[in-house]
């Protein structure tokens, strides 16, 4: 089983920077894409960004493309999103996800219990 463990986030103002992080233990990720998902209270959980470790592609939401950068350390089994020019929009507890490469992004997987990145005005 693989475990997700989040961190980084925090209280930012507008226009600043975050950098999360999402360690992975347990199975290897090589044939794995992991990436970032986000949910804002009221609303349904949303992609934000992923990582396929075998051919490092990255992929990005229209919302934060341009701002924010995904990339991953094999030698850590670690993602980590750097995420600039923040906007209050951003606001929102920032969820880990891990999952075959071909399933990406259809809600299954392994996942972390969240962290909390608050952009204030």
């Known amino acids: 089983q693989v475990q997700l463990v989040e961190s980084g986030g925090g209280l930012v103002q507008a226009g600043g920077s975050l950098r999360l992080s999402c360690a992975a233990s347990?199975?290897?990720?090589?044939?794995?894409?992991m990436g970032w998902f986000r949910q804002a209270p009221g609303k349904e959980r949303e992609f934000v960004a992923a990582?396929?470790?075998?051919?490092?592609?990255?992929y990005y939401a229209d919302s934060v493309k341009g701002r924010f950068t995904i990339s991953g350390d094999n030698a850590k089994n670690t993602v980590y999103l750097q995420m600039n020019s923040l906007k209050p929009e951003d606001t929102a507890v920032y969820y880990c996800?891990?999952?075959?490469?071909?399933?990406?992004?259809?809600?299954?997987?392994?996942w972390g219990q969240g962290t909390q990145v608050t952009v204030s005005s």
């Open positions: 347990g199975r290897t990720f090589n044939t794995y894409a």
């Open positions: 990582f396929s470790w075998s051919g490092g592609s990255t």
């Open positions: 996800n891990a999952d075959r490469a071909q399933a990406y992004g259809l809600g299954g997987g392994y």
